[in-house]
Nanobody, 127 residues
Framework: QVQLVESGGGLVQAGGSLRLSCAASGRTLSSDAMAWFRQAPGKEREFVAAFSRRGSRSYYADSVKGRFTISRGDAENTVYLQMNSLKPEDTAVYYC????????????????????WGQGTQVTVSS
């Protein structure tokens, strides 16, 4: 079992940056493929970014490509989402998700593929 806790959300002006963290307890994330999803008010949760186990491959939603970067911490129990050039449409609750993965090359972009979820952190971007 692994527990995930997100942090780093907040209120930022358009054009600003935030770095979200996802900290794991119970075990490290070295055997997991990871992802970030988000859910805006009144909308379904949507995929944001993912990488494969060990971070060898990553993938981003078109809406965040070139602005967001997913990465791992050196201790392998933290995953980050660096968000730059934020827009009001990025306002949402952001969730990290983990999936034990045998393959080191596959990433996963669908909610049902993930086994563990954090509770979410609110990001609000003002215009």
């Amino acid at each position: 079992q692994v527990q995930l806790v997100e942090s780093g959300g907040g209120l930022v002006q358009a054009g600003g940056s935030l770095r979200l963290s996802c900290a794991a307890s119970g075990r490290t994330l070295s055997s997991d493929a990871m992802a970030w999803f988000r859910q805006a008010p009144g909308k379904e949760r949507e995929f944001v970014a993912a990488f494969s186990r060990r971070g060898s491959r990553s993938y981003y939603a078109d809406s965040v490509k070139g602005r967001f970067t997913i990465s791992r911490g050196d201790a392998e129990n933290t995953v980050y989402l660096q968000m730059n050039s934020l827009k009001p449409e990025d306002t949402a609750v952001y969730y990290c998700a983990a999936k034990l993965a045998v393959s080191a090359i596959y990433y996963y972009t669908r909610e049902y593929e993930y086994d563990y979820w954090g509770q979410g952190t609110q990001v609000t971007v003002s215009s």
